[in-house]
Nanobody, 119 residues
């Protein structure tokens, strides 16, 4: 049972990236998957979350209107489309699973993928 995050990279401000979180060992049908980020010297913060039960989503205020979370249950993958990227979006991004499906308590974490936005 694991999550694998990918898709990070270096992009200029204003650019876009799409992160992927592949779930293996379980079927994404009852869980919630959240994206988090941690910048150097800062605490980890939640970016977004999607609940498989009804497809409802949450976003941090700092990314609303720029980031979109989505899921492809057939591929057991959750995506984070990031547009209009800013230097302050630079961080290691992690995906995590809440097996109760609530976007509250995350029991399984992926390894993280680096996103660097240059000004």
């Amino acid at each position: 049972v694991q999550l694998q995050a990918s898709g990070g990279g270096l992009v200029q401000a204003g650019g876009s990236l799409t992160l992927s979180c592949l779930a293996s060992g379980f079927t994404f049908d009852k869980q919630a998957i959240g994206w988090f980020r941690q910048a150097p010297g800062k605490e980890r913060e939640v970016v977004s979350c999607i609940r498989s039960s009804d497809g409802s989503t949450d976003y941090a205020d700092s990314v609303k209107g720029r980031f979109t979370i989505s899921s492809d249950n057939a591929k057991n993958t959750v995506y984070l489309q990031m547009n209009s990227l800013k230097p302050e979006d630079t961080a290691v991004y992690y995906c995590a699973a809440d097996f109760r499906g609530l976007c509250l308590v995350y029991a399984l974490w992926g390894q993280g993928t680096q996103v660097t936005v240059s000004s």
